[in-house]
């Protein structure tokens, strides 16, 4: 009786569909769908917010929305995509910034909503082993809630993104970097496991020794090979405070000397976190990305103008030590014996105590503060960069002390990495080079005029990297056509269109990245 209610229910939800998109032809195999744990869904709410991301740079509309409660779920509609000749589409947080996690627009598809807690099922909780110290969590996860629940048990994860409100498998399926990359290697380096919906609509567990060649092929794989439903995250106990550090430089060269002899530490003396950011606007120093020195005690560019380098530009760098609050003795000298080795503006020192979760969460708190004045939800035309070292300094002169002028529009983040942290295996592409930047363009335009600015920035970054031949790389990367994509993966690009070939034949996964032309028609393949 209660399967035959449920029945009609989803017969009931595809008519309103039909209703809905106003007799637009909508896949046949919709109404083939068994039973769902979860829920599937035309109101008009779903359908909006499954129609833009973060950056609200475009629209993408689907037919219709998932809300799974199982993996099962998942699988049930990418099955149904490649026999009915539909997309799908994961979306995790929504925090895509060019459409990669909509549907491509114009094409027929349904969006997976990850993070819902929508319908009959529910998606597990983080489930944590203490033993062995791992924490289980379902793809649309938060890893904000993942921290909580693995802090219960006293363990975190070791690489982390500066924003938590993100959602596993979203993070995963480009990278997840933050200041610890350098050390722990991004998100991607810390998965012993996963769980993975193909685009065949098969649901696979995969590691290094089961389905390897599925697991290295998701794990930054832009969501092309499969929808991550679970993930088996690497633990470590997790520490009680940090102490976190700023100071400032005016030289560029001494500022990535030391960004890069840090990242080289070992040992005891090794910090657990290593970040940096440009400052070629005053105003930004303690903005939303950056709110660090308290209102007491402001820092003045004005006050530097003596050690203000060539173009006025200063960079700061950020770093932390994790310590347990019986250890908090010999902290202050561990930290005076590093920074005796760095070259940076002595009276720009500024330091403070905060709980771990405290500083893991410091943009959410920034956020809140935008959002109460209307600031969040607005066009974010971000551009993000892997720079190699060999460049990095040509980059300074070109863009930071050139292109940009004073007027940035949001924080710029600049920081180095270890390529040696990262699994080749794995999809994602950075420079051929053993230490490679991060240089991360966040900014927010309030009105058409700055959009477009911004965007035309954003185009002379990327001509000049062309012209000067540095060779940089994409993160979050966007491109309209295969050709570019090809450019971008390289020697990679012959592994990935074979992945694909074996994992989404059909082509019916993350159409909004724009990499594969979607085919409607199951055997219209190339």
């Known amino acids: 009786m209660i399967m035959a ?72 509609l990418v099955k149904a995509a490649n026999e009915g000749g539909f997309a799908v589409s994961a979306r995790g947080h929504g925090h895509s910034i060019n459409g990669q996690g909509l549907i491509k627009k114009g094409t027929k598809g349904v969006v997976i909503d990850m993070g819902s807690k929508k319908g009959n099922g529910a998606p597990p909780a983080p489930i944590v082993c203490e033993k062995e110290m791992y924490v289980d969590v379902w793809g649309g996860e938060l890893w904000i809630h993942v921290l909580k629940a693995s802090l219960e048990y006293g363990l975190a994860p070791m690489s982390w993104t500066d924003y938590l409100y993100l959602s596993v498998g979203g993070t995963l399926s480009n990278a997840g970097i933050s200041g610890q990359a350098f050390h722990h290697g991004p998100q991607i380096s810390n998965v012993h496991e996963l769980d ?28 092309q090979f499969g929808i991550i439903t679970r993930a088996r995250i690497a633990l470590e106990p997790a520490p009680h405070r940090v102490r976190w550090i700023r100071v400032l430089y005016s030289n560029f060269a001494e500022f990535t000397k030391d960004q890069e002899y840090l990242i080289s ?50 960079y700061c760098l950020e770093l932390t030590k994790n310590y347990h609050q019986h250890h908090q003795d010999s902290l202050d000298q561990e930290i005076e014996a590093v920074l005796k080795k760095l070259d940076f503006i002595p009276a720009s020192v500024f330091t403070t105590d905060l709980p ?5 969460d410091r943009v959410h708190k920034a956020e809140l503060k935008l959002r109460s004045k209307g600031l969040w939800e607005v066009p974010h035309p971000w551009l993000n960069l892997f720079v190699p070292k060999s460049r990095i300094l040509d980059f300074d002169k070109g863009v930071f002390k050139g292109i940009l002028g004073n007027k940035t529009s949001g924080p710029i983040l600049i920081y180095p990495m270890n390529k040696h942290k990262w699994d080749q295996r794995n999809s994602v592409v950075t420079p051929e080079e053993d230490v490679f930047y991060l240089v991360a ?51 990679k690009w012959d592994q990935f269109y074979s ?25 219209a393949m190339q």
């Not at 829920?39 to 509309?61: C, H, P, R, W």
Request: hydrophobic share 40%.
């Open 441 to 491: 363009f966040l900014r927010s335009a309030l009105d058409e005029e700055a959009l477009e600015y911004l965007n035309d920035q954003n185009r002379r970054i990327l001509a000049f990297c062309n012209d000067a031949k540095i060779n940089a790389k994409q993160y979050l990367p966007h491109y309209t056509t295969q050709q570019e994509w090809m450019d971008h993966f390289g020697d």
């Open 356 to 360: 771990y979760v405290d500083f893991l």
């Open 499 to 523: 992945r694909k070939m074996q994992f989404d034949p059909r082509r019916v996964l993350a159409t909004g990245q724009r990499i594969f032309e979607f085919h409607p028609h199951p055997h």
């Open 196 to 223: 993975v919906v193909s685009g065949k609509g098969e649901l696979l567990t995969c590691s290094e020794e089961s389905n390897s060649e599925l697991f290295h092929a998701v794990l930054g794989g832009l969501g």
């Open 265 to 314: 530490m070992e040992g005891k003396e090794r910090l657990d976190y290593v970040e940096g950011f440009v400052i070629v606007d005053e105003g930004l120093i303690n903005n939303w990305r950056s709110s660090f020195f308290s209102p007491s005690n402001p820092v003045k560019i004005s006050s530097l103008n003596n050690n203000k380098g060539d173009g006025g530009v200063l």
């Open 5 to 76: 209610v449920r029945l009609v229910l989803l017969t009931f939800a595809i008519c309103c569909l039909i209703v809905t998109v106003g007799f637009t032809v909508v896949p046949t195999e919709l109404l083939r769908l068994g039973q769902l744990d979860g829920q599937l869904t035309v109101d008009n709410s779903d359908i909006e917010a499954a129609s833009v991301d973060f950056g609200m740079l475009g629209k993408g509309e689907p037919l219709a929305v998932m809300h799974p409660g199982s993996s099962d779920d998942i699988a049930q």
